[in-house]
């Protein structure tokens, strides 16, 4: 089984949409992070969560909220998704506690938006 | 803002070795990291460089210099299955703990 799941794997919606894309872990990791790939792009870091109570900005965190339910579950919320938000994303986790801070990707969402 | 640059892509044959190389903006931060993404895969971290020196994992290799502000991701005995994006990133201590990534490098192994 998957340590980081991530759902929908896919999706397609308008623009106007509220689209929620949640993540789920099994690694018992405390922190959390959402990323965003462009295509032949590198990641941008959206949010991210040192523990359930911790939610902090990333670099591109205009148009997202995210949601911290659990030590396990971090989604992401589109409130009124655009064509420019067309993207995949990725759910990380982390261990503070492990040296260099290794990060575990979930297999990602590709969303598109109409 | 922070950034590191890299080149964007890189060939090289089979059993052949190649550097990839990586540039970041001097500041403080904790270490250098190295991860591989195939196409249509999720990234996966390969290596760790908090001191200067060379790391070694296997085939894969990451150095690290601080008063160049450079690192660099060696492969050596190069696989077909190496063909993938590689991403170096750092941690700058005031970017509250934020994994930068650079643009990534595709590197594309021929037989």
């Known amino acids: 089984d998957a340590d980081v799941t991530q759902t929908p794997r896919n999706r397609i919606t308008k623009t106007g949409k509220r689209i929620m894309l949640e993540c789920s872990q099994t690694?018992?990791?405390?922190?959390m992070y959402w990323y965003r790939q462009d295509p032949g792009l590198g990641l941008q870091l959206i949010y991210y969560?040192?523990?359930?109570?911790?939610?902090n900005k990333g670099e591109i965190s205009d148009g997202y909220s995210v949601s911290r339910q659990a030590q396990a579950k971090f989604s992401l919320s589109l409130e009124s998704a655009i064509p420019n938000q067309t993207a995949l994303y990725f759910c990380?986790?982390?261990?503070?506690?492990?040296?260099?801070?290794?990060?575990?990707f979930g297999p990602g969402t590709r969303l598109t938006v109409l | 803002g922070q950034s590191l640059e890299q080149p964007s892509e890189v060939t090289a044959v089979e059993g052949a070795i190649v550097q990839i190389n990586c540039t970041y903006q001097?500041?403080?931060?904790?270490?250098l990291s190295w991860y591989q993404q195939h196409d249509g895969g999720a990234p996966t971290f390969l290596s760790y460089?908090?001191?200067?020196g060379l790391e070694e994992t296997g085939r894969f290799s990451s150095f690290l210099s601080r008063s160049d502000s450079y690192g660099y991701l060696l492969l050596q005995e190069l696989q077909m299955k190496d063909s993938a994006s590689y991403f170096c990133?750092?941690?700058?201590?005031?970017?509250?703990?934020?994994?930068?990534f650079g643009g990534g490098t595709r590197l594309m192994v021929k037989p």
């Open positions: 990380a986790t982390s261990d503070s506690r492990t040296y260099g801070d290794e990060q575990f």
């Open positions: 690694k018992g990791h405390d922190r």
């Open positions: 969560s040192f523990d359930v109570k911790d939610i």
């Open positions: 001097t500041s403080g931060f904790y270490g």
């Open positions: 460089n908090a001191l200067d």
């Open positions: 990133a750092v941690t700058y201590k005031n970017a509250g703990n934020m994994l930068t």
